[in-house]
C-alpha cells in the first residue's frame, strides 16, 4: 500500500527493486547527506516549462526527441564528446521541424543518466562470479571484484559529473551554438560520403533556404535561432540518490526533483506496490513510464491513477518498447485502455530496448531495419487507433561508434569491434541518428 502521506522517504516502507548493496552503511549515508546540502542542478522553473511544452506535446501541437546514452560513462565527461551529443539532437530536431512541420521538444539523457537496472545481479567472467556493472555511479566497469563493488563515493561523483555536463551545455546553449547558420552546425562529415547523401542533400538544402527566407521577413534572428530550449532526463533508479536532489518549492508547496527536468520509471521497476511509484508519484517533474511486452492495461491504468490523480496535462509520458514483432499485438490494447480511463498521456516510443540481439558470442548490438520498423508499426497502430505518436527515445552519440549494425555505411556484425564504446546498450552512431530524423519525416503519412 503506498504511504497515506507521501515524504521524500516514504519509499522506503514499500518493497524496492535493482538497488546495489553497499557494503557500508554509513559512508553512504554520509554521502547521500553531502550531496544533499549541495544545490540543485536545474529550476522549479525549467521543470514546469518542460512540463508545459509535454503538455502542448500531447495535443500533439509539439513532437518530443528524447536521445544519449544508454549508460553515460565518467570518462566521456570530455568538450568534444558532450558538444558532438547536443549537436546530433540539434541537427534531428531541425530535420524533424522541417519534416513534422512543429517545433521539437529536446531531451536529453544526460548529465545523471549513470544507474543502470541489471536483469542479472552476477555476471560470470572467466570463471569468476562478479557482481554486474551498474552504472558508474554504482561500481565500475573492469571486470575485479573490487571495481565491481558499489562504492558510495561514485554517487558524488555522479553529482559532480552531473554538475559539469550540464555547466557545458548551458555554456555551449548561451554561447550561440545552436545558432543555425554556424557551419559546424551543418557540417554533416561521414554522411556525405554515403550513397544516401544526395536525398538527405535536397532536405538539408531545403531548410537552409528556408531559414533565409525566415529571415528576409526579419521574423527570426541569428539570436533566436541560437537560443534553443534543450532539458535533461534519466532514469529515476537509485532512490536514495534521487531522494538527495529532491527540494521543496517555497512558492508553490510542490516537491520537484532538481537533479534533472524530467525522470523516468524503467520496465523492471514500475511494480504498482513498488518503491519507485510511491517515490515519483509526490514529485512534480514530468515522468516517462517504460513499457514493454508484459504491460497489462489495467495496471498501467491504476499506476496512471496513483502518478497523476489530478489528471495534469504535461504529467506523464508513456514510452513503450515492446520490439519490431510485437507491437500490432500489445499497443492497440494499452491504447483503448488509456482512452477509456481518460488519462491525458504523451504516447512516445522506444524502438531500442525491444530489439536487442547478441551476436559475435555475446556482443549485444540492435538492427537499424529493427529500430526503424518499430517506429512505423508504432505510428501505424497509434494511427490506426485514432490516436497520436507525440515523440520518440533513442540511444544514440554524436560519435562514429560502431555498436549498431545497418544504416547508410551498412555496417554487420563483423564491423562491430572497430568502435564499440558502450558500457551497456549499443546505441546509433552520428550517421544512423541522423537517418532515423529523414525516416521518422517519411513515417509523417501517419500523422494527424
Ligand atoms: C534504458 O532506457 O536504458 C532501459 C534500461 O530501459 P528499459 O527500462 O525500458 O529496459
Ligand atoms: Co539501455
Known amino acids: 500500500m503506498h504511504s497515506p502521506k507521501w515524504t521524500p522517504e516514504s519509499w522506503k516502507n514499500l518493497p524496492i527493486r535493482q538497488q546495489p548493496d553497499y557494503p557500508d552503511a554509513d559512508e553512504l549515508q554520509q554521502t547521500l547527506e553531502k550531496i544533499h546540502s549541495y544545490p540543485a542542478l536545474v529550476s522549479p522553473g525549467e521543470v514546469e516549462n518542460l512540463r508545459k511544452q509535454i503538455a502542448s506535446a500531447t495535443r500533439g501541437e509539439r513532437f518530443i526527441l528524447q536521445g544519449g546514452d544508454c549508460a553515460e560513462r565518467f570518462i566521456d565527461c570530455r568538450e568534444n564528446i558532450i558538444a558532438n551529443k547536443i549537436r546530433i539532437l540539434l541537427q534531428m530536431s531541425v530535420i524533424l521541424t522541417h519534416g513534422l512541420r512543429k517545433p521539437i521538444v529536446r531531451i536529453g539523457r544526460i548529465a545523471g543518466q549513470y544507474a543502470k537496472p541489471r536483469s542479472q545481479n552476477i555476471e560470470e567472467v572467466h570463471g569468476q562470479q562478479l557482481c554486474s556493472y551498474r552504472g558508474d555511479c554504482i561500481n565500475g566497469f573492469p571486470a575485479t571484484p573490487a571495481s565491481r563493488t558499489p562504492q558510495p563515493q561514485r554517487l558524488l561523483s555522479a553529482y559532480n559529473h552531473s554538475a559539469i555536463t550540464l555547466n557545458y551545455i548551458r555554456s555551449l546553449i548561451d554561447g550561440g551554438f545552436a545558432d543555425l547558420h554556424h557551419p559546424y552546425n551543418w557540417n554533416l562529415h561521414s554522411i556525405e560520403q ?50 538527495t536532489l529532491t527540494r ?54 491504476k499506476i496512471l491513477d496513483v502518478l497523476n490523480p489530478e489528471n495534469e496535462a504535461g504529467r506523464i509520458m508513456l514510452i513503450t518498447r515492446f520490439g519490431a514483432g510485437k507491437v500490432n499485438e500489445v499497443l492497440p490494447n494499452l491504447i483503448k485502455a488509456v482512452k477509456k480511463s481518460g488519462h491525458h498521456v504523451a504516447w512516445t516510443c522506444d524502438p531500442m530496448h525491444g530489439n536487442m540481439v547478441t551476436v559475435n558470442g555475446g556482443q549485444k548490438t540492435r538492427k537499424f531495419e529493427d529500430i526503424l520498423s518499430e517506429l512505423q508499426h508504432t505510428f501505424t497502430v497509434h494511427r490506426q487507433e485514432d ?31 572497430r568502435n564499440y564504446e558502450t558500457y551497456c546498450d549499443p546505441r546509433l552512431n552520428y550517421i544512423q541518428s541522423l537517418e532515423i530524423a529523414f525516416a521518422i519525416n517519411k513515417m509523417k503519412v501517419g500523422w494527424r
Not at 533513442?394 to 564491423?415: P, Q
Open 194 to 243: 554515403t550513397a544516401k547523401w544526395p536525398e538527405y542533400k535536397r532536405i538539408v538544402d531545403r531548410i537552409l533556404e528556408a531559414i533565409e527566407f525566415m529571415e528576409m521577413f526579419g521574423g527570426v534572428s541569428s539570436e533566436s535561432l541560437g537560443r534553443i530550449e534543450f532539458y535533461t532526463s534519466h532514469e529515476g533508479l537509485l532512490l536514495g540518490y534521487e531522494q
Open 248 to 301: 521543496s518549492d517555497e512558492s508553490s508547496g510542490k516537491y520537484y526533483n532538481l537533479g534533472a527536468h524530467m525522470l523516468w520509471i524503467g520496465e523492471r521497476t514500475r511494480q504498482l506496490e513498488g518503491a519507485h511509484v510511491e517515490y515519483f508519484r509526490g514529485i512534480a517533474n514530468p515522468v516517462g513510464i517504460k513499457l514493454g511486452p508484459t504491460a497489462q492495461a489495467n495496471e498501467l491504468c
Open 387 to 417: 490516436s497520436t505518436l507525440v515523440g520518440a527515445h533513442f540511444e544514440l552519440t554524436g560519435d562514429e561508434v560502431t555498436e549498431c549494425t545497418g544504416g547508410a555505411l551498412n555496417l554487420d556484425h563483423h564491423d562491430l569491434h
